[in-house]
Each structure stands twice: as structure tokens, then as C-alpha cells.
């Protein structure tokens, strides 16, 4: 079965930090462009970080450039969001995701995913 399971959501005050973790199983986490999105109800999704399966190439959408660092353990076949600075605006629920890429992570738009995390929710409040 393939599946790409999401933990290390949370509640955190404005300036702390979280750790998102997604794995994947039933596939090879190698060949694929890796991502992170995510969604606030009635809003579409949108892209947070992406990371190239030669890990070359590295997306940050600007709101969270310097504070989220996106990597990723193939011998592990997991995926991580590192966020730092945390903001109440970054509050919303977070998606991994894999795509098998042929261009930069960044030129794929969320239909083009292959897989998907279930979504862990991340609030930022005081």
C-alpha cells in the first residue's frame, strides 16, 4: 500500500518552532521532487517548500524564506519541514507530497503530486 504519513503538527506560541515529519511507504522516496503545501479552509492550496530529488534544487515560498527549511532522508524515505520563527499567519494545515519530476520541484502546481500526506494541522497562537 502506498502511504505517506504526516506527524509533528501542533499549538505553539508565535516564535517557536516545529518539526513536520512525513514517510513514505510502498515507494521509493529517491526518484521523487518532494513538497510541502498547505491549505486554510475556504482557500486553495498553496506551495510552502519544495526539494528536488538531487536535492539541486530548493523552493521556499518568500513569506517563509530564512525561517522553514525543507530536507529529506532517502535512507529513511522521509521528508521534513523545519519551521522556525513561527507566525500566527502560518497557521493552517501543512501536506507533503511527491511528485515524480522531470523539471524544477517549483514548476508543479498540487494537481501534479503524486502522492499525498493526510495533513497534520499547525496553529500559531498566543
Known amino acids: 500500500q502506498l502511504q505517506f504519513v504526516e506527524s509533528g503538527g501542533g499549538s505553539v506560541q508565535p516564535g517557536r518552532s516545529l518539526r513536520l515529519s512525513c514517510v513514505a511507504s510502498?515507494?521509493?522516496?529517491?526518484?521523487?521532487?518532494v513538497g510541502w503545501f498547505r491549505q486554510a479552509p475556504g482557500k486553495e492550496r498553496e506551495g510552502v517548500s519544495c526539494?528536488?530529488?538531487?536535492?539541486?534544487?530548493?523552493h521556499y515560498k518568500d513569506s517563509v524564506k530564512g525561517r522553514f527549511t525543507i530536507s529529506r532522508d532517502n535512507a529513511k524515505n522521509a521528508v521534513y519541514l523545519q519551521m522556525d520563527s513561527l507566525k500566527p499567519e502560518d497557521t493552517d494545515v501543512y501536506y507533503c507530497a511527491a511528485v515524480y519530476a522531470y523539471r524544477a520541484c517549483s514548476d508543479y502546481a498540487p494537481h501534479d503530486y503524486n502522492f499525498w500526506g493526510q495533513g497534520t494541522q499547525v496553529t500559531v497562537s498566543t
Open positions: 510502498g515507494f521509493t522516496l529517491d526518484y521523487y521532487a
Open positions: 526539494m528536488n530529488s538531487n536535492d539541486a534544487i530548493v
